[in-house]
């Protein structure tokens, strides 16, 4: 499913007009649809709906919502803002019907309005669409806050046509006179700034409404919705006569001594989803620990100092890096020098740090320097905070690989803020993308997946109950996972990232979304997966 911007989505709706769909068809798609949405979930005849109009399209949406909305029995009261009703075909519509209207110009004190929200059974935000460009103040301000005002005093359900007034449909930025609506109606494709925070908290549920308008008017857009559709196209088949080795064999590189539970988390994950093979290879001191709770997993016992892996490690590494499809190297590494110095000699960066001092080398130092013929690879956690200590570490960075960074790991890759990335997540991690060359997930509510070539799928979940230590580890196992079983880096990271997502939604439902733990994730992938299936 594609997401839009403001600009794209004006293109779209210029060529369906050229086409043959008129804008007028649109409308009356667009205001059947929503009408039908609210059906769904309540009986509406009967009910007093109070119907908010503004000027444009989204007012001209309402109308038509307000109309099918009485035609089904349903006490429709309209609240006009700005909007021209002399030639307006859909307002004369709900005038032949006799549905009752109110003019904010005559209602300079909103007693009205107060009234009519005193009686309303759910309210229609259909004031402004995509085009807010500006501060809400005057009468408009005015009406947003006696409708929150009567909202406090009276809990009404409401109802967001296209998007809740005042959210930037581009940034996810909300004026203060915006109100967080329980459901939105968008038309024809999903807005980006329903999925960029704050704006994402206020949509409530989010329903996408057909209104006619062809899928290939937007074939050339590169930024989509992960959906379960989507997904369950690009998950590997399983067939009925496969080995283990047909399912991939996966290598995770993690844990300390104060971050066992890193690896274990990863580890796990990674059988979850179906890998036909996992091995973990580790500090040797660690092995007693993680032994006992990985039954299903291998181990390759490595050299450390402490319980932190060290240079020491590589020979014993590279002699087994050819047996595997995939690579995963971070979670709880640590950051203790040897291990970032280990971490750096593993990708090819410390030679890449050195070589203009090759000529003074010996034979010996240049054969320990030469960059090791690595797998498929995912970068997460502590691989990626020893990555952000090489200079232009991208430039040596063996592909293809997947780089899982949260906001404070992508901070420190580039040289930024937390703040930064947040205020501009899609064109941070786009940009990331194309500079670095590998795809990278950046982690967080609507997580995001993007690929070198600019393309951008969000992930549609934003779950409070997987704010929690290691369900980064969870999903770093997940992704290497598909990458083992076969799946192109981009597949498998959209992969990994909405099924961790769905996980994350079932665990929401059987433990709550206070006090849900990483672990919880764990046997609820292969459900999520079933699910899809």
């Known amino acids: 499913m594609k997401v839009v911007t403001s600009s794209q989505m004006r293109q779209i709706d210029e060529k369906a007009n050229a086409g043959g769909l008129s804008t007028a068809t649109m ?18 005849k009967g009910q007093e709906i109070l119907v908010l109009v503004g000027p444009g399209n989204n007012g001209g949406d309402g109308l038509v919502a307000a109309r099918h909305l009485h035609d089904s029995g349903a006490k429709v009261n309209l609240y006009l803002w700005k909007r021209k009703i002399t030639g307006d075909e859909n307002f004369a519509l709900t005038q032949k019907r006799g549905i009752p209207f109110l003019r904010a110009r005559d209602d300079p004190d909103f007693t009205g309005l107060r009234h009519l929200l005193s009686k309303a059974q759910l309210i229609i935000d259909a004031l402004l669409g995509t085009g807010v460009s500006r501060p809400i103040t005057g009468t408009l301000k005015g ?59 206020y949509v409530g549920e989010l329903v996408v409404a057909d209104i006619g308008i062809p899928e290939p008017l937007a074939q050339e857009i590169k930024t ?44 796990a994950a990674a059988t979850r989803v179906g890998t036909g093979l996992v091995t973990l290879a580790l500090a040797e001191s660690l092995h007693p620990i993680l032994a006992s709770k990985l039954l299903e997993v ?37 950051k203790e020098d040897q291990t970032v110095d280990f971490v750096h000699r593993l990708l090819g960066l410390h030679a890449a740090g050195v070589r203009r001092h090759i000529g003074f080398m010996t034979g010996e130092e ?52 937390v703040k930064e990335i947040e205020e501009d997540r899609v064109g941070t991690v786009v940009r990331a993308a194309q500079k670095w060359g590998q795809v990278v997930v950046l982690k967080g509510a609507h997580s995001l997946v993007a690929a070198p070539d600019g393309r951008l799928t969000i992930s549609p979940f934003a779950n409070p109950g997987l704010a929690t230590a290691g369900t980064g580890d969870v999903l770093a196992g997940a992704i290497v996972g598909f990458l083992a079983q076969g799946l192109l880096p981009y597949q498998a990271a959209i992969a990994g990232v909405f099924l961790h997502g769905l996980a994350g939604e079932m665990a929401r439902q059987e433990v709550g979304e206070t006090g849900m733990v990483a672990g919880d994730l764990l046997p609820l992938l292969p459900q999520a997966i079933r699910s899809l299936k």
């Open 27 to 44: 409308m009356e798609n667009a205001g059947r649809a929503v009408a039908e949405e609210i059906g769904r979930r309540i009986e509406t």
């Open 143 to 201: 009406l947003l806050d006696t409708v929150r005002e009567g909202l406090k005093e009276k809990p009404t359900f409401l109802v967001a046509l296209d998007l809740p007034t005042g959210l930037d449909c581009d940034t996810g930025a909300v004026d203060p006179a915006t109100i967080p609506a329980h459901l939105t109606v968008t038309l024809a494709f999903p807005k980006r700034g329903l999925f960029l925070f704050p704006g994402a908290a």
């Open 224 to 267: 989509h919705l992960a959906t379960a559709e989507m997904v369950a196209q690009i998950l590997p088949p399983r067939p009925l006569n496969a080995h283990k080795g047909t399912f991939g064999k996966a290598l995770v590189v993690a844990g300390s001594v104060n971050y066992t539970g890193a690896a274990y988390l990863a580890s």
């Open 298 to 334: 291998t181990f390759l016992l490595l050299p450390h100092d402490l319980g932190a892996l060290v240079p020491d490690a590589l020979p014993l590494l590279a002699e087994s890096l050819p047996d595997y499809d995939a690579l995963l190297l971070g979670p709880g590494l640590g």
């Open 366 to 417: 240049r054969e320990e320097l030469a960059p090791l013929e690595l797998p498929p690879l995912v970068v997460d956690a502590d691989g990626l905070n020893a990555l952000a200590q090489a200079p232009k570490w991208w430039k040596s960075l063996p592909g293809p690989a997947i780089l899982t960074p949260h906001p404070g790991e992508m901070a420190r890759l580039l040289d930024s803020s």
